[in-house]
């Protein structure tokens, strides 16, 4: 119930196309659903999160969409460019609360995304 | 603002040696976590620190361990070092803003280490 579940393992996109990346998970008590952007030999660095209350954030050309009912989210990038090649992980978590014991961000496994020129 | 920073940014040891890696988190954040990442996989949940406290830690064996410490810096102490142990080493921070509430983590770049 604490997995993360992420598809596709890699993915390559033409420039200029839509990248879309899935998650799934089971644990209902999630809230904060946070995505990271890996590039080789860096620490990740949080691109976007969405929260359960909202179906769909968006920031500049990344956007998450939300399902609650499906227990699903996604990422999806428009205009996909060279640049944006790098390795996403999708998270999530509950709520951390004060004295927490065992609190813990839950990561999918990753995608590899490549952006072909 | 600076951000996290992790050192030594690289390190190399032989099988059975002892490593020591450092965290210094974001000004005012008081927890730190620790991610192992093997070449090419993903995050594996190591340890985590807060207010000088290990509060949670993953299924690794008890050869890793580390402590926080006053200022919250933090450091990885991994002991009698094995082949497969060569990773990435990732130090995470967040600001915890009390009662219940969402953890956003912020990452430094990493310690690669290397064990012959």
New interface residues.
Partial sequence: QQQVKQSPQSLIVQKGGISIINCAYENTAF??F?W?QQFP??????LI?I?PDVSEKKEGRFTISFNKSAKQFSLHIMDSQPGDSATY?CAA?R????G??????I????TKLIIKP | EAG?TQSPTHLIKTRGQQATLRCSPISGHTSV?WYQQALG???Q?LL?YDEGEE??R?NFPPRFSGRQFPNYSSELNVNALELEDSA?Y?C?SSL?M?????????????T?LTVL
């Fill in positions: 809230d904060y946070p990271y030999g860096k620490g990740p660095a949080l999160a929260r992980f978590s709520r951390r609360n004060s927490d014991s065992n609190y813990q961000l990561w999918g496994a990753g | 996290v976590y996989l993903g995050l949940f985590w509060r949670n993953g990435l990732l995470a915890f009390g009662g219940s509430s969402t953890d956003t983590q912020y990452f430094g770049p990493g690669r």
